[in-house]
């Protein structure tokens, strides 16, 4: 039977937080992320109150990190911060702006972010159940403050507006509700030492809590004199009748559940009436798998690059990670789940050198595997290619010409193709009247089907009638067709990737190496380079589109010379 008392006695409690936390004197981090202002929805109204908790915070002895009107790109690099800090102390997170969610996760989205879909959510955004699991580096001693406003913003398809619903990690204390609200709930309950977190949420009553949301254990443990005295009890302990102050300290070691708090309850009553229990908690928490596991991947010291990698490695497995950032998310952990299950190994959700290795062979293996398959495929496409060239007539006729076109708009001898065309439209253009060439020129200039379908309506019998129909009939078969929302959508995608010059360059070698022709290595992704990607997508099966998704940047980095990281027993 577990008695509770409404409180802990300040010395009790000064053995528990010392177990638990640093003193105060040591600097806690915090982590303001505050977006009031989009260029594609409504601005928040109250959000200016949280930003403003910056200089409380130092006051208090925090190091800020503090991102405002970020987009994705700069929501996930605060974070980064926060992560790389290595913080386990005490962690304050306060994510304001608008919120996307879907059936499985919610997200905080950038300044810059646009009609929104869950397809490209990941790079307008910050997932929270990443933010969380940063969180959870500090348990017991962790709030994540999530500030909302009704206000109005499009999304696109798989997404509703506001935040579904939350998995507060353990120790991970999580409030919700307006940012004005909550910034006063800090100033006034949070961060006032020995503040009752659970009373105060109720008094308050305008905000929501999850999680960890302690009676025993304030944010801000109660101001003391000094660390009480650590002195043996000046009468016997009696094993059948636990003092109250005993209690007190069980209890709270039992609400917060961790390692730390049961052996805090043991070293202040090695021979108390819960010492056995207590005694069980560590064994089982010392003989967990996963926290053994967890254990082993923390001593690897993997770095960015080396998540990356593993990330790339699972991705190449179809073992979806949502996102290569270099951060373990719950995408990545479910993703290592799932390979950890198919290769028999424990299901932990963490890696330890044999598994990161075995992993990455594997990786290479189905890289081989699809590079091989890839140019048999091309191999095969480019004797049909040939063979057609040769019954069109090789470039004779016009009609041929086009015939090749149609079936092959960016096979081995396009560019040919399409310069004799042009030297043919050239003599047409001579012989044809003024207006006739001054309206093919402007349906050659919007080269869309609807600007040739008008030239034929308004000139059936034009000089480049011929041309118009077959431009037509080229712009609705294989490699082309796209509206302008399309091509919108696509170039949108491939910037939510947020590719540097040197790895778009690094993309056109490879595409040069595999005998693509993208043109000049530069960086810049011109008619050539965009010719050079759908070959690419074509003769790997993937949707021909000429622009680049994650999909296609992960086979081709997966490609390179070098294959991906293996770890030959010892991670450096």
Not at 224 to 250: F, K, S, Y
Not at 284 to 289: G, I, K, L, T, V
Request: hydrophobic residues 40%; negative net charge; without cysteine.
């Amino acid at each position: 039977m577990l008695l509770r008392p409404r409180a802990l006695s300040a010395a009790l409690l000064s053995t528990l937080i010392g177990a638990l936390s640093a003193p105060l004197a040591h600097a806690d981090t915090a982590l303001l992320m505050v977006n009031d202002s989009y260029r594609h929805a409504q601005n928040l109204r109250n959000a200016q109150p949280v930003e403003q908790l910056r200089s409380r915070l130092l006051d208090a002895g925090f190091n800020v990190i503090t991102v405002t009107d970020g987009n994705g790109a700069d929501l996930r690099e605060g974070l980064s911060r926060l992560l790389e800090a290595g913080e386990d102390e005490r962690i304050l997170i306060a994510a304001v702006g608008h919120f996307a969610r879907s059936d499985s996760d919610s997200w905080l989205l950038g300044s810059q972010a646009n009609e929104t879909s869950l397809a490209t959510v990941g790079g307008d955004g910050l997932s929270v159940s990443v933010l969380m699991e940063v969180a959870a580096n500090a348990p017991g001693r962790s709030v994540v403050m999530l500030g909302l406003e009704r206000r109005r913003i499009d999304l696109g398809t798989g997404l509703g507006a506001g935040v579904g619903r939350i998995d507060a990690p353990q120790g991970v204390t999580v409030l919700a509700g307006d940012p004005e609200d909550l910034a006063s709930f800090t100033t006034a309950h949070l961060m006032m030492p020995g503040t009752d977190l659970a009373q105060a949420v109720r008094d308050v009553g305008n905000l929501r809590a999850f999680g960890f949301v302690s009676s025993a254990v304030p944010y801000f443990p109660a101001a003391t004199a000094g660390p009480a005295p650590q002195q043996p009890p000046t009468t016997p302990q009696n094993p059948t009748q636990p003092g109250a102050d005993e209690v007190a300290l069980w209890n709270a070691a039992v609400e917060l559940d961790t390692l730390g708090a049961y052996r805090a309850y043991l070293a202040r009553y090695p021979s108390g009436f819960y010492a056995s229990d207590a005694q069980a908690r560590v064994n089982a928490f010392e003989n967990d798998p996963t926290a053994i596991a967890r254990a082993a991947e923390e001593a690897l010291g993997l770095n960015r690059n080396q998540r990356q990698q593993i990330q790339r490695s699972l991705s190449i497995l179809e073992y979806d990670t949502r996102g290569i950032d270099g951060i373990f998310g719950t995408g990545t952990r479910n993703a290592i789940r799932g390979w950890q299950t198919s290769r028999g190994y424990s299901v932990t959700g963490y890696l330890d050198g044999p598994q990161v290795n075995a992993l990455a062979q594997q990786a290479n293996a189905r890289a081989a595997e699809l590079e091989e398959a890839a140019q048999e495929a091309r191999e095969a496409r480019e004797r049909a290619d040939r063979a057609y060239w040769q019954v069109t007539g090789q470039g004779v006729s016009e009609s041929g010409l086009r015939s090749y076109l149609e079936r092959y708009p960016d096979g081995l001898f396009a560019e040919e193709a399409e310069a004799r065309l042009d030297e043919i439209e050239r003599a047409a253009r001579a012989e044809a009247e003024a207006r006739d060439r001054a309206a093919w020129d402007t349906a050659r200039g919007n080269d869309t089907v609807p600007a040739y379908r008008g030239y034929l309506n308004d000139f059936p019998n034009g000089a480049f009638r011929q041309q118009a129909q077959g431009r037509i009939n080229q712009l609705s078969g294989n490699g082309g067709g796209f509206t302008p929302q399309q091509i919108a959508q696509l170039e949108a995608r491939e910037a939510a990737l947020n590719l540097p010059p040197v790895t778009r360059s690094l993309i056109e070698q490879r595409l040069q190496v595999l005998g693509l022709e993208p043109g000049r290595v530069d960086g810049r992704f011109d008619n050539r380079t965009r010719r050079a990607i759908r070959r690419y997508q074509q003769a790997r099966g993937m949707d021909v589109t000429g622009y680049l998704a994650q999909n296609v940047v992960v086979r081709l980095l997966a490609e390179t010379v070098g294959g991906i990281l293996q770890l030959n027993g010892v991670v450096e």
